[in-house]
């Protein structure tokens, strides 16, 4: 089955820039059924879409973060990651990947699996 | 981005049924039959419950059931458990400006 696993840092400073890594195993990223995509959750609450990746590399990010953000595919590793510039106290969270199902419309339906997460926080 | 609605809390003793809400807009769940729902336990991440409103994943249990009638959708729980004492989640495609996908607010699911 397939799983996803986040890597990084988990201390950033303010003003630098948020790089993190999901690797997936179990299955190939090179699948036009999917959209790989990141989510956060700010330490005691809700969930936060920031944005996708096809396989072929088109993305779609979250329109309060598009300004800072930067996904990527690397599909001879099975990897995608994300860049998020210019971090905050505000960007602390816990970082999950997933991958979003599609059916035939290419509009995704849902987020199965997730990562684990990792918690980044940005501190001085 | 303007996050679905749902209610802070819900509560139910073992063997009752319990409905969550999720209020959004004709820019979301009412147009659009791509709403999900996630349970997530304290320190875990989120589980997929339910996609496309009514859809379990395989390995879901069929106590958990999904609805929609206008902008509103539901998530039911049928028979609570203890196990199922935890925070939910929905979420919905979404074509207001340029967001693609937007998460609800959570609602605690208490196990009394």
């Known amino acids: 089955q397939v799983q996803l696993q986040e890597s990084g840092p988990g201390l950033v400073k303010p003003s630098q820039t948020l790089s993190l890594t999901c690797t997936v195993s179990?299955?190939?990223?090179?699948?036009?059924?999917?959209?790989w995509t990141w989510i956060r959750q700010p330490p005691g609450k809700g969930l936060e879409w920031i944005g996708y990746i096809y396989y072929s590399g088109s993305t779609y990010y979250s329109p309060s973060l598009k300004s800072r953000i930067s996904i990527s595919v690397d599909t001879s590793t099975n990897q995608f990651s994300l860049k998020l510039s210019s971090v905050t106290a505000a960007d602390t969270a816990v970082y999950y990947c997933?991958?979003?199902?599609?059916?035939?419309?290419?509009?995704?339906?849902?987020?199965?699996?997730w990562g684990q997460g990792t918690l980044v926080t940005v501190s001085s | 981005q303007s996050a679905l609605t749902q209610p802070a809390s819900v509560s139910g003793s073992p063997g009752q049924s319990i409905t969550i809400s999720c209020t959004g807009t004709?820019?979301?769940?009412?147009?659009?039959?791509?709403v999900a729902w996630y349970q997530q336990h304290p320190g875990k991440a989120p589980k997929l419950m339910i996609y496309?409103?009514?859809n379990r994943p395989s390995g879901v249990s069929n106590r958990f059931s999904g609805s929609k009638s206008g902008n509103t959708a539901s998530l039911t729980i049928s028979g609570l458990q203890a196990e199922d004492e935890g925070d939910y989640y929905c979420s919905s495609y979404t074509s207001s400006s340029s967001l693609h996908y937007v998460f609800g607010t959570g609602t605690k699911v208490i196990v009394l």
């Open positions: 004709s820019s979301d769940v009412g147009t659009y039959n791509y």
């Open positions: 179990g299955g190939s990223i090179n699948n036009d059924d999917y959209y």
């Open positions: 496309d409103v009514t």
């Open positions: 997933a991958r979003g199902l599609t059916g035939v419309t290419m509009i995704v339906s849902g987020f199965d699996p």
